[in-house]
């Protein structure tokens, strides 16, 4: 336990809801982003998958939203100190997109429009973890959360859920992405409070 | 851990806290700490709060804009007593930050209390001799709300090469030829760099106002990768 602070009482939640350690919960939808948010036309709109070997595989916005979906209703955490829990999406199972691909990587990198990288190990992107998802309860994902399309891994920080994601490049080895090379950690785990370099 | 030493009033609302934090590392400005509150029972909580002074020893100083209803800011402008210890973590963030060795003129835009980390980069500007020129357009609802208010007076005088423009957007000085309301395209033009100049931009405040800051920056040419941006808080009201 941390220093006592003389006279703190603090306003706890309802005591059944179990939120990461650090995190507060919150009913607004707040935002984090480094720079402004892109605007990205549908029709000029790719989502495009690399392999370590540079080979390709990529979609349209008509192609990405005819594939199969899903509902998705996850809590989720920000390393800014927020959960907002049962939230609504529906996208694409990352799995899907990655089925035909043909690879021996380990690590992902997330990039966004707007220059944004992220990097997570490839199993985290498996297995019902991890969706493209461009729907936010219920409507179109507004640009300032992300739309068209984001990635959405709920178990991790939000931050590696990337805002406006234009593709996944797969790699043997990891690297940091772009909140990863600015200090913050490279997995991000919310229940072991992976928030920084050195958590 | 560090203890408070001081607790400077800045508005109604906000109050400057001064913290000891010994072996503190340095910062740079715009960077921020994470404060943790426990309660006697174990409960915790934590909050970002972005450093206002530029490093200086083992002191720093954090402003704290009163939020109604707050978990953590009514206790760290009342709760908190000088001498009291209190867990302190940082510094963090190494994006959000001005450096005095980067070449190119800088835009800083804050709204309320987002002015906290940008004046730190104004604070910081002048303890390091930097002739950088600087424009900061600092949005406030009233005046009473004006954080740091006599200083940025004193600084527009005394620091060579900072210009400053006010807004307001609920209610202005009786003699205040402008409008009242949100940050427009005009006044951020105006006020602000030209875009082939290739400025820095930092951009700090609530959600909403970063968001709208941001996307006049990027319309008025503004090449997006120069626009920092650093938002508060959930709400834009
Ligand atoms: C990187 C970073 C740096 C920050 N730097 C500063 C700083 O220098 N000075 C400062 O005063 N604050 C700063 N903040 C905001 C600060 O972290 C807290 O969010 C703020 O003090 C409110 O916490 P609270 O516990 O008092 O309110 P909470 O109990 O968290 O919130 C109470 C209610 O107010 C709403 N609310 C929360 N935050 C805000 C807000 N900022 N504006 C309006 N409504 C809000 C909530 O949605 C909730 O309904 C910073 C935030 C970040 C992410």
Known sequence: MGIVSPGFFGRRGSGDTKLPPGQYLTHDFP?????PTPRIDLDSWQFVVTTEIGQRKQWSWQELTSLPSEDITKDIHCVTKWSKLGTHWKGVPVETLLADVETAADYVMA????????????????NGQAWIAYQY?????????GGPARLLVPHLYFWKSAKWVRGLELMLADEPGFWETAGYHDYGDPWREQRYQGD | MATLTERRRETDSAATLVFDVPDWPGHLPGQHVDIKLT????YSTERSYSIASP????????????VHDGEVSPYLLEGLGVGDPIEIRGPIGGWFVWRDTDPDPVVLVAGGSGVVPLMAMVRARKAAGSRIPFRLIYSVRTPEDMLYANELRARVRDDMGLDIAYAYTREAPPDWPGEVGRLKLATVATHGWPPDLMPACFVCGPTGFVEAVADILVAQGHDPRKVKTERFGPTGT
Do not use: F, K, W
Request: proline content about 9%; overall charge negative.
């Open chain 1, 31 to 35: 935002v984090l982003s480094a720079g």
């Open chain 1, 111 to 126: 990039h966004s429009y707007g220059g944004y990288t992220t990097n997570l190990p490839l199993e985290d992107l498996l």
């Open chain 1, 137 to 145: 309860d219920g409507a179109p994902l507004p640009p300032e959360h």
């Open chain 2, 39 to 42: 309660a006697e029972d174990g």
């Open chain 2, 55 to 66: 490093a200086e020893g083992d002191r720093i100083e954090l402003t704290i804009q009163r």
